[in-house]
């Protein structure tokens, strides 16, 4: 069987560990490194006490990984430092899978604008394909780049793609009320992840356009739509590890019913989307620790508007689990590997 | 000083008890009797442990709660149940705040609509006064049957009412997402409440116009406007006790710090609805053990709907505290005794 | 490869689904059947939103199950009812691991006044083997009933079992403070599982020689040492879904190194057993979702106890992970399988 | 009636602001300043949004605190930072009540050993009292300096010193097995202390006689007993916000109820303990957000230990609570003041 050499750069990070706890599954993928700039010279095991006997890996750096090579690298890094700490990666040839936002926007002053920075290998971004599989299959499987969707995006774009690209169905007036777990916000120290003021705490935030994410929804939901898009979009922090849900409010001129069915033909073969039944809400205790994304439909009539609903695990559909089915597409796996 | 004597129908629900600890730090207020159907006989430190020392009166049965007679009456019971208890109460001239639906809704058809039984003593509905004091504190003053408003209802229509009052400002399209801690749900053993249900978990319930709270939602906000509103609204289970948020997004004319002004202005005077500006967004953790209502608006310019976020603890201001403040108002006490 | 056929009895409990989805990692296990009194003629899947698309089976009744048939029957119902239930599958000569603690207890007598009920089918209990793997290995490859372990004791005895049976290693005035998930009260309702009694509440429960898994705690650890061992025990309630953390306290002729060194050394080629050193402290995080059970030892010295601190995944090590364990050894499989 | 003017070192720690809420509730004590080394400048209500309206007082130093002046002054701060910033209060003759350890141990060798420093003011260690108002009151109504003693020092004592100071009760083999909210690791960032690290989790750690509070522990029971006390101590850390609940085994000639009748009769007149029935065992609920420390008694018998099990809010009569009451001794006033 074909056997794929994998690395992982910025491996102590929740979307990395969680990346390293799926490859332990997977029947033809091998970690070949792990890097972390916080942790080099300590093992994977001294880091996350769970991985003990399971990933005893030595973190190293970035520059001995290079040396090691990797049929596909994972990055796991934030925005900016990943694209950078890529470059020589790409620039050897190796294929990559990257799960900060660096190669999502194609609009280089967009990415700018929203990122505060500019982006350190623009010449990358025009080739990279945007890993949602689900709408860009085809050309994921023959990418060099692969930008892994943001979390947020990932839970609101599965819903509403086919609508935009169904003809003669009209979708306006695009409200996201997104609930997301705390991984969400990473493993960095900061007060609005301290345990004591997010326990039993519920809180909007980025409200009124002002989220990242913003960027990557309108592009993919313009994209589709053949149009321009821009949607109003709330994210909130629950007081739960993992999973985000997604209550999408639109103007249609379909009923829920309609919505659903079209949906429903839409990812009709595929692996990792459940369409439910309109009395069978995704919730998140559904999804989480698993690939799928769970969707259904509601509302509608009388000039209300159809009510999409989506849950996901964010730190595997919406992170490293969609990392690795793009992975599995990428080199011409079995697409569910390491996922089921 | 004037003493009020009070009695409380149902106190072995999260209402309940709760009141009954807002009422030991009332200055001139003292519990006259306690009743339960579940723990008659049984003292209330023995169905809740934090009451030993505290309140160890014993429940006793409705009848012999008459005989004992109050000055006010609180009913923490069931709709339909509530009004049938209360019945020989409202006969015998006590005064009374009751928490459960049976006073809210004007329209006996819609009652019956969303209620699903025959309203149990229609006589007095008409009479009955909402018992929301930021826009009825006049008529609660005299009223002998206050229909104190329900949780979700008091977070929606605190941010919404001073806009649809105010002359010159148009509100449309009015979508409420709101997430509510699981007292909520109540004392009441079900498989939603279980605790390996909810926990880590979250989910959307009565999506598209079929959660009761609806039916005073919508007379509400339409006496406010003067027109027929009917808003889309959509409760979510948060994993916490205490509070609900609510998002509540719209088309107006106005700008969001426009609305901010408005609503700030029409609250100036009042002692629980604290407007805060638009980067000091409502959480739970804000107002969870007290009786505040926090509003703040964001969003809107650029055919983005402006968004109202407001939150509350469902068990005081969306409940029992504000119960307590409607009492101080029928028995002109200090509006904030026992609520500090 | 070699195929197993297994039917689960109690499907829908929270052993039976943690089974479902241990089985379907396993590389030649099946699922013949699943039974539930509650559910007959449901789908798994609208018992368990997230089973949708993996076991959508349908919920059927012991007697249909063993007109079914399978090579390997999982009891998952409660003690008696379990006997009771399984007694015509063991006539019909199926192996079986029974998840409750009819099969644990081998004096009668001690099963009757821990239980309060006359033992089923007390014919059979002499031939049971108590499936703790690391030390009844040999038996449970050959046994037809396997008496799976309680979740506490599995805990407890584990990293108490090698010192016992170590000559010149003296243990005595036993003391253990356990805390568990409260998935361990299983899926019925009750005011002790309800969200708003459990969450933010930590208490003490079955406290002074009261809890049942004491009758199987005894017995093993006094076999062990060859005489007769009373422990304290003080079981606990933790507000989180799953895990159970032991801490055990113990009057020693060794130090806590030496003690870690002869569990360490015990549990050498075990697969799910992971002594951690002194600093290393087991955690639940460390342990859930997985079948090891992380032990270490620390205090000791100046006449203190030494401390032995072991953590396991409650519905995995403590339940469905540790069956699946020995169904593995009886089938002569690899005792892995399911459960890496 | 008398007026107390307070101020509050450190009063941006969980413990300073708990106290800010309580006094808010007092009768006759004002806050005249409020100081924070991180937050200089700003408003309470600013760091803590829930203090809008309620405490909106600007953090100033502690050099301009004592030029404003107070009768009381609680110290919020850590251990050696404590001493050193109060002492020119101390000086200036201003009564003081410290909640870090600075004037807890009596022993300047153990003080410094514990606590890894030099202390930075010995010669008022002899005259502080330390400040258990159930076993010191008469001292604390006289004491200018009061050292508030530990969360879980409080939570072990107060069930143990009435059997250590009983004549004819013997105790021995103390094994204290805590667990605590995580409130009680403050609010500076720390891993251990990340939601993500925490939610879910349940760990042991300072195990083996490695816990700071056991100085004060071990310096109060053999201070009781009239003899050299060292006991076990374990704390852990419970995924929730508030609460310590102690589980305490010990060897002794009496049995459980025994003690309990003997703790009964020494508590009997104390407004904040409250000695429950042995099948009534204390938990979190019912002492979080009040000044209680409930106690019970079970076990014992054929050779086991007798149990305690205490429970306390640890920022309320583990901290800022019982601080409050030491004030309230001091001055003469209502001990429940601001604490019912």
Redesign the interface.
């Known amino acids: 069987m074909k056997q794929v050499k994998v690395g992982i750069l910025g491996a102590t990070s929740?979307t990395g560990v969680e990346l390293v706890k799926l490859l332990?599954?997977h029947s033809c993928a091998s970690v070949a490194f792990v890097t972390s700039q916080s942790y080099e010279g300590k093992r994977m095991s001294e880091v996350f006490?769970?991985m003990?006997?399971i990933c005893d890996a030595t973190l190293t750096s970035p520059e001995k990984a290079l040396a090691i090579g990797a049929d596909c690298v994972f990055s796991c890094m934030p925005h900016a430092v990943s694209a950078t700490t890529c470059l020589p990666f790409i620039t050897a040839g190796t294929r990559m899978v990257d799960l900060s936002a660096d190669f999502r926007i194609r609009d280089l002053a967009s990415y700018t604008a929203w990122y505060k920075v500019e982006h350190p290998c623009p010449q990358y971004v025009r080739s990279a394909v945007f890993g949602l599989p689900e709408h860009y299959r085809t050309q994921i499987a023959t990418a060099s780049i692969v930008a892994n969707p943001g979390c947020y995006p990932t839970s609101i774009m599965l819903p509403l793609l086919p609508l935009l690209k169904n003809p003669g169905t009209l979708v306006a007036?695009i409200?996201a009320?997104s609930?997301s777990?705390?991984?969400g916000a990473g493993?960095s120290?900061?007060?609005t992840?301290?345990?004591?003021?997010?326990?039993?705490?519920?809180?909007?935030?980025s409200?009124?356009?002002k989220h990242r994410h913003l960027a990557e929804i309108d592009q993919e939901l313009s994209a589709a739509a053949g149009r321009d898009i821009?949607i109003?979009f709330?994210p909130?922090l629950?007081?739960?590890?993992?999973?985000i849900?997604s209550?999408v409010?639109f103007q249609t001129n379909r009923t829920?019913q309609e919505c659903l069915d079209i949906v429903k033909k839409a990812y009709a073969a595929e692996p990792f989307v459940?369409v439910?039944g309109p009395d069978?809400?995704?919730?998140?205790?559904?999804?989480?620790?698993?690939n799928?994304c769970?969707i259904t439909f509601?509302?509608?009539g009388?000039?209300?508007?159809v009510?999409a609903?989506s849950a996901i695990d964010n730190l595997v559909k919406g992170a490293s689990g969609q990392a690795l089915q793009n992975m599995n597409i990428m080199f011409g796996l079995d697409e569910q590997d390491g996922l089921?």
Chains 1, 2, 3, 4 share one sequence.
């Open positions: 929740y332990r599954k006490p769970e003990l006997g007036a409200i009320d609930k777990g705390v991984s493993r120290l900061k007060l992840s301290h345990y004591v003021e997010v326990n039993e705490n519920f809180s909007a935030y409200i009124g356009r821009k109003t709330t909130h629950v007081p739960a590890t993992r999973g849900l209550t409010y829920a459940r439910r069978d809400l995704p919730c998140l205790k559904g999804v989480v620790h698993s799928y769970d509601a509302g509608g009388d000039g209300q508007p009510i609903v089921r």
